[in-house]
């Protein structure tokens, strides 16, 4: 009997990839993330406590400060989902579907934004506005707005900053696809700006869904600020108390583990209204027969007074920290103004280059960085892009909703909680001595942030990957094209500039990534963003300033350098596919 | 059909293909690139005896190590060098897992070493034989010798801008605090600085009239009525509008500022001292009130260590508390964690330190306090910060 016939041929092949991607999602975000969730009901599964069973921790986490942090996040986290969602796609649209003045800047704006980590953003607006740093020096008093800073309005406040890129790419995704002939449409039928703008949204659904669910997800699980503005202000948020629990002396895993727990649940609501939503729809507008689109005419006077309020706001959100970053980096005070003045000086980027013993050599941390950063960036683009297509597919049941669950959950899960459950996990004394040693050594710090950047990613990279029509690669597979040519010559062109900042935008993540680098750091080849992160807390914490600086400067020149490289080896037809709203 | 079928597999093959042969490379360049820096691939080295695995959160470490590596090549110490929560947490887990890595940990604080003595994660006896050590090291010194101290800074001292305290009369005791002009004062969060929970804790056992002592415990009944008191006083230096910020950093800063937003805090010394060694702060100084609390540092080693690691790292602990050891801590920080009290006889602090003795400093059992600190933080942060 043919064997064929017993075994279809698909069915055999969604048996043998899904099991390699489930496989690899396992060791790298599922099995450490499980071993670590145990100890909430089971403390002497992981030595921490003597029952097998108990459900104490659960009662235990939802008390008190711990109880609060939970609420609070939830509260931050829908807040911020909400206003960054809002936020970029009235920007989005202001680019792409009319003629502020000035649109290609912002995107380059939005880049200098997503480079920029929360902890890093926290540290600008604290050297802008703290009393005696750059806004003083301009006469301003800053006491009652920095007292404002530290609390729910300046956790919101970075929190939708650092998420407005996210939702602005992915909404800009959905826009660039999507041709002015239903806008069109509209308005031929008599609708209004507003009517029109009601009308052609719920097409780019999936994008909006995709971009409040990320940074819902992103805000929920995001420890810079709330390690900076929440931990002195009566506003806990979960993932303090997380790290409270964590470095508590005794380690409370326990409680640690359920507030980790409830912090990957609280993001099932939103995938499940992104689920219903877009149920039984087909959301695939970007094809080949995509058409130009006309942008919506300012008058002249309202031309100017948008864009102008456009860029201060913006100015306002990216520059002016950056700025007061910069400016502290180039004095050689603790304060940006002293009582005998301001005191300029290029000394701390001397001493990135010679410094003192006590410091760790910050050129070799930066050389670690970027060889993580190539590795997690490449590791991250493909696998990232394998369960994009798995999520996108029309064809997904049972299995494609736990894989988009499953991924917006591990959005959710802080660094912290991943590098613990690594440790947790990968140095059993079984694994580590009998299969493979991998703790404190590049490939598991490699696998950890490849864990910690690939569901971001993916989420991503579903607007654009949903937004191909499949008729293009089923006329490439009728014209007998395989299956690689079919994705080499259909989707790649349409995909390649998107794979191309997925790229760089995972590589800046991972030099600054700082909560997994930590737990799973190399002993001796320290990452700079560790190094920058220990130079801030002392003395010498001009030179981390300086350091931070440098480091913002070589993540710019490296996007420089692969945008260029990009735009000299592809053809000019594929830089051209997908933006047909871009070009006037 | 046979055609179909086979193209379908072929395609899937070269997808998935493709993507395994990415994941291999990328694998196999990072096994390789993470080969590539391991510590003992130099070829020039002599092949170490003994490795020792030292977790370390103090600034002096890769200057103390690298000179104990260079005097003895038969062992090699390999540095951790990251902050103090997260080598704890990370202690934590290796612990967790039953496999821990960890051979020696140095840090501040003893409480974070008394509980690992009680949580039985530490070897008992790793005093050398032959340290001379002066009081500061006595006092500091647990019964069980389960960890050992290093050096000593004080925390608690009044840091001070001279040029804002002008006019006013600065008090000699802490209970005189209250009496600072309204919103002049300022200390750290418990939750992020390291060496002020030690500062409260001192506070509720002083005012508890518990004798300073790292060893002597205390009753359950003292230790409430302190908590009780440290409580009360912190409250009442919030009434007069005690300004709370995370680290030495903003609290320094605040102080540096023009205008600065504070006038004094009671903060580690010896960052005091580091930024007006460092010329970032001309008119800053410090005075010592009736008490300041010692916070030692302090190694333990691990209790799964081999006998020769056991044997090595009793070796290293006798060259940082040697004469020579105690001046390679100075000399590699000297403007940070540098600034500390030698714990032995024949060794000066750095300049511009003063004596000892002057610190009044007052020490508090890490074994009773060392529980307590989730709780009282919880506390401090619900009731006292900002």
């Known amino acids: ?53 108990t459900l104490h921790s659960i ?111 992915v909404i800009s995704a959905g826009l660039r696809g999507l041709g002015s002939e239903f806008e069109d449409a509209a308005r031929v039928h008599g609708a209004g700006l507003r009517r029109t703008l009601t009308t052609v949204l719920p097409i780019i659904a999936p994008a909006l869904l995709s971009a409040f669910a990320i940074a819902f997800a992103e805000s929920i699980s995001d420890f810079g600020v709330a390690f900076t503005l929440g931990a002195n202000t009566h506003f806990p948020m979960a993932t303090f108390t ?164 499953f991924l917006l959950g591990s959005v959710a899960v802080p660094g912290v909680v991943l590098g613990v459950g690594y440790i947790l996990f990968y140095n059993q004394a079984i694994i580590a001595n009998h299969v493979i040693s991998l703790y404190q050594t590049m490939p598991l710090l490699v696998m950890g942030l490849i864990a910690s950047a690939a569901p971001g990613q993916s989420r991503l990279l579903i607007g654009p990957v949903s937004q191909i029509q499949s008729s293009m690669a089923e006329s490439a597979r009728v014209h007998g094209a395989g299956r690689w040519r079919t994705w080499r010559t259909a989707s790649l062109p349409l995909l390649s500039r998107t794979l191309t900042w997925a790229w760089v935008l995972t590589f800046t993540k991972t030099i600054s990534e700082l909560a997994v680098a ?67 | 059909m046979t055609n179909t ?19 291999t490379a990328v694998t196999l360049v990072v096994a390789t690139a993470g ?15 003994v490795n020792l695995s030292l977790y370390s959160a103090q600034g002096y470490d890769s200057y103390v190590v690298a000179a104990f590596n260079a005097a003895n090549p038969s062992i090699h110490i390999t540095l951790n060098d990251n902050s103090t929560g997260t080598l704890l947490t990370q202690i934590a887990a290796e612990q967790a897992s039953g496999n821990p890595t960890w051979n020696m940990m140095w840090a501040d604080g003893a409480t974070w070493a008394a509980q690992f003595d009680v949580s039985g994660w530490t070897k008992h006896g790793i005093l050398p034989s032959g340290v001379n050590f002066n009081t500061a090291g006595l006092t500091n010194l647990p019964s069980n010798k389960s960890f050992v101290p290093t050096g000593v800074t004080v925390t608690g001292g009044l840091c001070y801008d001279t040029a804002a305290t002008q006019g006013v009369s600065l008090p000699s005791t802490f209970a ?135 044997a090595a790292a009793k070796k290293f602990i006798a060259f940082v508390l040697s004469p020579q050891g105690q001046r390679t801590m100075q000399a590699g920080d000297p403007q940070g964690d540098g600034l500390f009290w030698p714990v032995i006889s024949g060794v000066d602090p750095e300049q511009g330190l003063p004596s000892y003795a002057s610190t009044n400093a007052y020490a ?6 060392g529980p307590l600190q989730d709780i009282i933080d919880s506390w401090f942060t619900n009731n006292i910060a900002n």
């Not at chain 1, 016939?5 to 975000?29: D, E, N, T």
């Not at chain 1, 013993?357 to 993580?372: A, K």
């Not at chain 2, 079928?5 to 994941?23: D, I, Q, Y």
């Open chain 1, 59 to 169: 009662g235990e986490a939802f008390t008190g400060y711990t109880g609060r942090g939970i609420m609070d996040s939830l509260l931050v986290s829908t807040t911020v989902g909400i206003l960054a969602t809002s936020a970029a796609t009235t920007l989005a649209w202001l680019v792409h579907r009319t003629t502020l003045y000035g649109a290609r800047i912002i995107g380059g704006m939005m880049w200098v934004l997503l480079l920029i980590p929360t902890w890093m953003m926290t540290i600008g607006w604290t050297n802008l506005i703290m009393p005696g740093e750059l806004a003083t020096a301009f006469g301003l008093n800053t006491v009652h707005l920095y007292h404002a800073f530290y609390g729910p309005a300046g956790i919101i406040l970075i929190l939708t900053t650092a998420a407005l890129p996210f939702c602005y790419f």
């Open chain 1, 518 to 584: 930590q737990m799973l750091l190399v002993p001796g080849h320290e990452p700079v963003s560790v190094i920058i992160e220990t130079t801030l807390g002392t003395v010498f914490a001009p030179i981390g300033s300086a350091a931070t600086v440098m480091v913002l400067a070589e993540m710019l020149g490296v996007i420089i350098v692969v945008l260029g490289v990009y735009r000299i080896v592809t053809p000019k037809g594929w830089r051209r596919i997908g933006e047909v709203g871009s070009l006037r």
């Open chain 2, 364 to 369: 508090i059992n890490p074994y009773v306090w």
């Open chain 2, 35 to 49: 080969a590539a820096p391991a510590p003992h691939s130099t070829p020039k080295k002599p092949v170490p005896v």
């Open chain 1, 242 to 405: 997380l790290f409270n629990a964590i470095t508590a002396n005794p380690a409370n895993f326990s409680v640690a583990a359920v507030i980790a727990a409830v912090l990957i649940l609280c993001t099932v609501p939103p995938i499940m209204l992104q689920s219903r939503v877009t149920r039984g729809r087909s959301y695939a507008v970007l094809g080949a027969r995509t058409r130009s689109v006309r942008r919506y005419s300012f008058t002249p006077v309202r031309r100017i007074v948008v864009s102008v309020a456009t860029f201060a706001v913006l100015i306002v959100l990216t520059i002016l920290p950056l700025v007061a970053s910069i400016a502290t980096s180039f004095t050689r005070t603790i304060s940006f103004e002293t009582r005998t003045g301001i005191h300029w000086s290029t000394l701390s980027y001397h001493n990135i280059f010679s410094p003192p013993p006590s410091i760790m050599s910050l050129g070799s941390g930066l050389w670690m960085s970027n060889q993580l950063g190539v590795y997690v960036a490449s590791g991250t683009v493909v696998l990232a892009y394998v369960l994009a297509r798995r999520l996108a597919s029309t064809r997904g049941g049972a299995s494609q909703r736990i894989a988009d669950v």
């Open chain 1, 1 to 53: 009997m043919n064997l064929q016939k017993k075994i279809p041929p698909r069915a055999h092949r969604i048996k043998w990839s899904g099991m390699v991607l489930w496989l690899i999602l396992g060791f790298l975000v599922i099995i450490p993330v499980t071993v670590f969730l145990f100890a909430a009901v089971s403390p002497r599964f992981l030595r921490v406590g003597p029952q097998w069973f």
């Open chain 2, 176 to 310: 005189g605090l209250v009496n600072m002009p309204n919103g002049s004062l300022g200390m750290n969060n418990p939750s992020r600085s390291g060496p002020t929970y030690p500062l409260i804790a001192g506070e509720m056992a002083h005012l508890a009239g518990i004798s300073s002592s790292t060893t002597k415990s205390p009753s359950t009944a003292q230790v409430t009525a302190g908590i009780k008191a440290g409580e009360n006083f912190l409250k009442a230096l919030k009434a007069k509008g005690l300004q709370v910020h995370n680290t030495n950093g903003p609290t320094l800063g605040a102080m540096e500022s023009n205008p600065a937003t504070l006038s004094a805090a009671t903060i580690q010394t010896s960052a005091c001292y580091g930024d007006i060694a460092a010329g970032y702060w001309p008119t800053g100084a410090v005075k010592y009130l009736d008490y300041s609390v010692a916070l030692p540092s302090a190694i333990a080693v691990s209790k799964d260590v081999t006998p020769a690691q056991f």
């Open chain 2, 5 to 23: 079928t086979t193209k379908r597999a072929f395609g899937f093959r070269s997808l998935t293909g493709a993507f395994g042969v990415t994941v």
